[in-house]
């Protein structure tokens, strides 16, 4: 095996791992009712698709294709933390969408190290150079999310508490 099919598996890895972000974004972007954290997912969903979009380029460049039973696996997979908010109230989406999404940052951060790692082992400035621009836009997402989760989820607990005493 050469270090060219070890980067196309990488590549083909990530590449899924953002178009299901892309589309988990959107539908963050959807849901719940903090409009702040709703626009910070929608312009997170244009960045991953921006993402997917280049990793898929750099891919075909090495003679790949994106891997349509990766990305099947990636989309299965990202249900798992929406069955986890069974019993939440709609004013606590958006901080369980903060909690996922700094969750995915996280790894997704850690896939572009080990991409920008075996890049440059092989030799593949080009790959590592792609890595490390979208390791940094992950922590991009990270930091926004993070910032916005103590106001997230206070807003929901007094919301919910409020509600409560209403009803």
């Not at 899924?16 to 972000?21: D, G, I, L, T, V």
């Not at 440059?120 to 910032?147: F, I, P």
Request: glycine residues 6%.
């Amino acid at each position: 095996m050469q270090g060219r099919d070890v980067i196309v598996r990488y590549l083909e890895d990530a590449e899924a791992a953002e178009r299901n972000f892309e589309d988990t974004l959107m539908v963050f972007a959807n849901t719940g009712e903090q409009n702040a954290v709703k626009s910070m997912f929608e312009a997170a969903s244009r960045k991953a698709k921006t993402q997917h979009e280049r990793l898929e380029a750099r891919l075909r460049e090495l003679g790949g294709t994106p891997s349509k039973a990766k990305s099947i696996l990636a989309h299965m997979l990202a249900m798992a933390p929406s069955l986890a908010q069974i019993g939440h109230e709609g004013p606590e989406k958006n901080t369980q969408h903060l909690i996922a999404c700094i969750a995915a940052a996280s790894a997704e951060m850690a896939m572009y190290e080990s991409l920008a790692a075996v890049a440059a082992a092989a030799g593949d400035t080009k790959t590592e150079t792609l890595a490390r621009e979208l390791q940094k836009e992950e922590k991009d997402d990270w930091d926004q999310s993070w910032a916005l989760l103590p106001g997230s989820a206070l807003s929901a607990f007094e919301t919910v508490i409020g509600r409560a005493a209403n009803a």
